[in-house]
C-alpha cells in the first residue's frame, strides 16, 4: 500500500471511529422528535459491531499500531460472522422499502453495506439519509468517502463536491477538512492542503487521532514543498 493511499484509509479510519464514539447524534435526536424509531437499540448494536472494523486497521496501521493488534483486528474470530452481515443487511433493505422515511435505518444500512465493501449500495443508502437530512455534513462527507473508495481512493468529481458541501455547512467539519487536505494534497496544492490541515487540528481534541493525522498531514506537505 502506498503512503498516499495509507493515508486516505486512515482519513477514513478515524472519521469511522469518531462516529463510532458519537452514534446520539444530532441527527437522530432530531428524528426522534419527528417520530418513533422502532428496534433503535438493535440498529445501533449492529452500527457499532460493523463500524468499528471498518477501517480501523488503516487508521493503526499508519499511526503505528504494533503489528499484534493489525492481526488481531483481521482476524475472522473479531469480525461479524459475513453470513450474518449479509443476512441482517437484508432484513434492515427490506425494512426500508416499507418504511423509507427511517433516516436511522438509511445510516445503518448505509455502514452496513460500507462494512461489506459495497461502495455503490453504501453510496445509495447515504444519500436516501441525505433525502431526509439534506443539511448533515457528516454524512455528506461519509458520502464523498465512499464515492472517493469506489474509485480508487480518487477525490476528484462528486466527492470533491461533497466535501464542499459538508464544509460549507460546518466550516469546523473534522472530516471533511481531512478529506479536503487530501484531495489538495494530491492535486499538488499545498498552500491549501496546509490550511485544512491545521484546521483539523484546531477543531482535534490534544493527543487525539485527529491531531496526529493532521501534524502528520502537515509534516508531508512540509516534507514535500521544502518547507522546515
Known sequence: MNADMGLFIAVAGLATLLVTLSLCRPLLA???DAAP???????TAMLTALAVPLLATGLYAVLGAPRAMLVETESPAHRMNSVDMTQATQRLAEKLRA???DIEG?????RSYQAMERWRESADAYREALRLAPDDPQMMADLADVLATAQGGQLEGEPAQWIARALAHDPKHAKSHALAAMAAYRAGRA???????RQLAAVSP???EGETLARQGMDRVKASTGQP
Open 206 to 208: 490534544p493527543g487525539s
Open 99 to 101: 418504511s423509507p422515511d
Open 106 to 110: 438509511w445510516f445503518v444500512l448505509a
Open 30 to 32: 432530531r428524528q426522534a
Open 191 to 197: 498552500d491549501e492542503a496546509m490550511s485544512h490541515w
Open 37 to 43: 424509531v422502532p428496534s433503535g437499540g438493535r440498529r
